[in-house]
């Protein structure tokens, strides 16, 4: 069967050469398949709940209402490069995200359960799913070793400037989008340059993040990265599935 050559973009500058400096000093763009023989890529595993479906020339999400889920690319760790990623989204409110940063400790959920919730035929969480959901997070579970373990280039469009597109999940502010039509596709450059992170949406850019130089909001989210783990500057990258509704297509 023919192969896919879906791909995540990757532009590696040399240790001592600014990522702003003459595309010409830099290294060339290489590939990470999404697909291979009508599949999800090996290199790729899946952790959580969910999973990701070949939907074309893309990976689609298909979310669990029991939680989260999460694609790693396993292969290999990145360290200072830039990340392109094409991604569209069913509706404004539909939520992934790409997790950077991430340290070793992510691959030792592979094949291993978390904590499952069930929902209301709403959809909505009672206090005690709730309840449980908050202590599986607390306790970094699954999905959620990623949330404190690393960083997430937030996914939804209909959200407030901490958590939505190009937004370091509630770190960092993100710019408003540039207007696009509906379920237009989208390119998301992530710009990882020792504790920085760029993020570009379009060609225009959406936030910048210091890890080294950050200071939290006072006030914040229990679905929000803990701090107290440092992340290393060469880590595993990885797509996320999260709710029930939540459709995301990544194509490259």
């Not at 710009?191 to 080294?212: C, H, N, P, Y």
Request: glycine share 8%; proline share 5%.
């Amino acid at each position: 069967m023919k192969h896919l050559s879906l791909t995540l973009a990757l532009f590696f500058a040399a240790m001592a050469t600014s990522l702003a400096a003459d595309a010409k000093s830099a290294a060339p763009w290489r590939s990470i398949p999404l697909i291979k023989d009508g599949k999800v890529a090996p290199d790729w595993i899946h952790i959580g709940w969910g999973k990701f479906s070949v939907d074309g020339d893309s990976l689609r999400t298909d979310c669990d209402e029991r939680g989260m889920g999460l694609l790693v690319y396993a292969h290999e760790r990145l360290g200072n490069c830039r990340i392109r990623v094409i991604f569209k989204t069913e509706h404004a409110k539909s939520n992934s995200g790409v997790y950077i940063r991430l340290d070793d400790g992510i691959l030792s959920w592979t094949n291993k359960s978390s904590t499952a919730v069930r929902r209301e035929p709403n959809g909505k969480l009672t206090p005690e799913m709730l309840k449980k959901l908050m202590t599986a997070a607390e306790a970094e579970e699954g999905v959620w070793y990623a949330v404190h373990h690393g960083f997430e280039v937030q996914i939804t469009e209909d959200a407030d400037p901490a958590h939505r597109t190009g937004a370091i999940y509630g770190l960092t502010k993100a710019a408003s989008l540039p207007k696009a039509g509906p379920g237009a596709w989208r390119t998301m450059l992530i710009t990882l340059e020792g504790s920085r992170v760029l993020v570009d949406i379009d060609g225009q850019r959406i936030s910048a993040f210091d890890s080294e130089t950050i200071t939290p909001p006072a006030k914040r989210r229990w679905t929000e990265p803990k701090l107290d783990h440092k992340r290393p500057n060469a880590g595993y990258l990885a797509l996320q599935i999260h709710d029930p509704g939540d459709v995301v297509w990544f194509k490259e």
